[in-house]
C-alpha cells in the first residue's frame, strides 16, 4: 500500500494549517480586546471608589464647617458676656442681653445640625469602608483575570512568530500555481476553501457539476463555479 502524500493532500494540510494559525490570530485580537475591555472596567471601579470617597470628604467638610460655627458663636457670646458684665446702661444692658439670647437659640439649632452631619459622616465613612472591600475585591480579580490574559497572548505570539517558518515547510510539495491561486483568494475571503455539502458549496450554495465532485474525487484542485472558492468532499 502507498502512503504518498499527493500534492492535494499537502494542499488541504497547509489550508489547516493556516485555518488553525487563523484562528490562533482571532483568539489575540479577542484577548486585546478583553484586555480593553477590563482596563476600562479598572477605571471604571476606581472611579466608583473615588465617587464613595467623594462622600465622605463632603461629610467631613459638613462638619467642619459647623463645627467652626459653634467655635464662632462660642466666641462671640463670651465677648458679648464680657460686655454685659461691664454695661452701666440699661437700655444697653437689655440689648445685649437679647444678643446673647439670640446667640444660644443659635447654638442651639447649630448643635442639632452638628448631631445630623456627624451621622451623615458615619454613615458615608461605613458606606466607604464597605464599598472599598468589596471594590479592593473585584480590582485583585480585574488585576488577575488582565495578567492571565497577556501570558496568554505571549504564549499564542509565539505560536503566531513560528508560524512563517513552519507555513514554508508545508508548502513544499504544493504546486505553485495552485499557491498563487490560494495566496489571492486568501487576502479576499475569511474561508478560501468550502466543503461540498449535497452537491452545493457551503459559502455561496452554488451547486456543483457532476463532472466537478468527480474531479473532486480524484483529488484535483476545482474552484467553485459561484465563488470561485477551493471546494474539497470529506
Ligand atoms: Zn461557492
Given at each position: 500500500?502507498?502512503?504518498?502524500?499527493?500534492?492535494?493532500?499537502?494542499?488541504?494540510?497547509?489550508?489547516?494549517?493556516?485555518?488553525?494559525?487563523?484562528?490562533?490570530?482571532?483568539?489575540?485580537?479577542?484577548?486585546?480586546?478583553?484586555?480593553?475591555?477590563l482596563?476600562?472596567?479598572?477605571?471604571?471601579?476606581?472611579?466608583?471608589?473615588?465617587?464613595?470617597?467623594?462622600?465622605?470628604?463632603?461629610?467631613?467638610?459638613?462638619?467642619?464647617?459647623?463645627?467652626?460655627?459653634?467655635?464662632?458663636?462660642?466666641?462671640t457670646?463670651?465677648?458679648?458676656?464680657?460686655?454685659?458684665?461691664?454695661?452701666?446702661?440699661?437700655?444697653?444692658?437689655?440689648?445685649?442681653?437679647?444678643?446673647?439670647?439670640?446667640?444660644?437659640?443659635?447654638?442651639?439649632?447649630?448643635?442639632?445640625?452638628?448631631?445630623?452631619?456627624?451621622?451623615?459622616l458615619?454613615?458615608?465613612?461605613?458606606?466607604?469602608?464597605?464599598?472599598?472591600?468589596l471594590?479592593?475585591?473585584?480590582?485583585?480579580?480585574?488585576?488577575?483575570?488582565?495578567?492571565?490574559?497577556?501570558?496568554?497572548?505571549?504564549?499564542?505570539?509565539?505560536?503566531?512568530?513560528?508560524?512563517?517558518?513552519?507555513?514554508?515547510?508545508?508548502?513544499?510539495?504544493?504546486?505553485?500555481?495552485?499557491?498563487?491561486?490560494?495566496?489571492?483568494?486568501?487576502?479576499?475571503?475569511?474561508?478560501?476553501?468550502?466543503?461540498?455539502?449535497?452537491?452545493?458549496?457551503?459559502?455561496?450554495?452554488?451547486?456543483?457539476?457532476?463532472?466537478?465532485?468527480?474531479?473532486?474525487?480524484?483529488?484535483?484542485?476545482?474552484?467553485?463555479?459561484?465563488?470561485?472558492?477551493?471546494?474539497?468532499?470529506?
Amino acid at each position: 500500500m502507498s502512503t504518498t502524500v499527493t500534492p492535494f493532500q499537502k494542499f488541504v494540510a497547509l489550508i489547516s494549517f493556516d485555518q488553525e494559525n487563523n484562528q490562533i490570530r482571532q483568539q489575540l485580537q479577542d484577548l486585546d480586546s478583553d484586555i480593553k475591555h477590563l482596563n476600562q472596567m479598572l477605571i471604571n471601579t476606581e472611579h466608583e471608589l473615588t465617587a464613595t470617597h467623594d462622600l465622605v470628604k463632603t461629610a467631613q467638610k459638613a462638619v467642619d464647617a459647623t463645627e467652626l460655627a459653634n467655635q464662632e458663636l462660642d466666641a462671640t457670646e463670651k465677648t458679648k458676656k464680657n460686655q454685659l458684665d461691664q454695661v452701666q446702661d440699661k437700655k444697653e444692658y437689655a440689648a445685649l442681653k437679647k444678643e446673647i439670647t439670640y446667640l444660644k437659640e443659635q447654638q442651639h439649632n447649630n448643635e442639632l445640625i452638628l448631631v445630623q452631619a456627624w451621622t451623615k459622616l458615619e454613615t458615608a465613612k461605613q458606606a466607604f469602608e464597605k464599598q472599598k472591600e468589596l471594590l479592593n475585591h473585584k480590582l485583585t480579580e480585574i488585576k488577575t483575570d488582565i495578567n492571565a490574559k497577556k501570558a496568554q497572548i505571549i504564549e499564542l505570539t509565539k505560536q503566531v512568530n513560528n508560524y512563517e517558518l513552519e507555513r514554508k515547510a508545508k508548502e513544499i510539495g504544493v504546486p505553485a500555481e495552485w499557491l498563487v491561486k490560494y495566496s489571492i483568494m486568501r487576502t479576499r475571503v475569511q474561508n478560501p476553501v468550502v466543503q461540498v455539502v449535497n452537491g452545493s458549496c457551503m459559502a455561496c450554495f452554488y451547486d456543483v457539476t457532476q463532472q466537478d465532485v468527480n474531479a473532486l474525487k480524484d483529488n484535483r484542485l476545482v474552484e467553485c463555479r459561484g465563488c470561485f472558492r477551493f471546494l474539497y468532499l470529506t
